[in-house]
């Protein structure tokens, strides 16, 4: 297991931790650990990258 | 921020669903603008509530005609198995609910997991980037305008892209337009006249 440490927008921070205080997660490291999981089983690089190549074509090029 | 030939907008009054990505990008850059032409601009409630929490001030832009939407019935069952594959959230869903009531519009998103699902069930999905280049082309910006806002993403926005992509996108610009950096105009100039003096 790696450790990391970041900073976290208050605004996000209040609501890990009433997700915690409300007993749907043990603690904040539960939630970062899902919420990057998620968000890593959905954001493949290549897709990521074709995405962004088609909208560069459709942004010169499209018609609407 | 509107010059010259670039003044006249073109009269596509598409409509558009936008997720919260798209919104917050574009008002991190002051450049709501470039998506006014898009009548109206929809957004589920569940985005606004994100929108309000993250940049507040987005909603009320004056260029733009926002029509908030409540999403009351639970979203279609292909909806609803691609969410699930896809763990969107619910501002995603909603607005995949949404165009999926207006299938003719465009549905704007930077979230890879809710593109993919909107290409999936048959819509046309857009990113800030591309509606940021889709400027030049409505008139709306010049290429050098452009070019300003992509090199103001990396510190001046919450949108991740790959340094080197946009480097690529930045460079297929220049060349599409035929714009150069100033900096190479500067170089070269001065190349020329020490070349003279010498």
């Known amino acids: ?64 | 921020m509107l010059n010259g030939d670039y003044m006249e907008k073109t009269d596509s009054k598409g409509m558009a669903v936008c997720d919260a990505g798209p919104i917050i990008h574009l008002d991190e850059l002051d450049s709501l603008d470039i998506i006014s032409d898009f009548h109206p601009l929809i957004i589920p409630k569940s985005v606004e509530t994100e929108i309000i929490r993250h940049r507040q001030n987005a909603l009320h832009h004056p260029g733009i005609v926002l029509k908030v939407i409540e999403i009351i019935s639970p979203p279609e069952p292909r909806l609803l198995i691609l969410s699930k594959a896809l763990s969107l959230d619910k501002g995603e869903i909603e607005s995949l609910s949404l165009i999926q009531e207006n299938p003719d519009a465009i549905f704007m998103t930077d979230d890879a997991a809710a593109r993919l699902a909107g290409e999936e069930l048959g819509y046309k999905v857009h990113g800030t980037i591309g509606i940021i280049l889709r400027a030049i082309r409505k008139k709306m910006r010049t290429p050098k305008d452009v070019l300003e806002l992509l090199n103001r993403i990396p510190k001046e926005t919450t949108l991740f892209l790959r340094s080197a992509l946009l480097e690529k996108i930045i460079q297929k610009v220049e060349r599409e337009y035929s714009v150069k950096k100033d900096k190479y105009f500067n170089a070269l100039f001065y190349l020329a006249l020490c070349f003279l003096i010498f």
Do not use: C
């Open chain 1, 1 to 64: 297991m790696k450790a990391i440490s970041t900073e976290l927008p208050d605004q996000i921070y209040l609501e890990v931790k009433s997700l915690v205080d409300k007993g749907w997660f043990k603690n904040e490291d539960d939630i970062i650990l899902e919420a990057l999981r998620r968000f890593l089983d959905t954001h493949k690089i290549e897709l990521m990258e074709k995405f962004i190549k088609e909208d560069v074509e459709w942004g010169l090029h499209g018609k609407d």
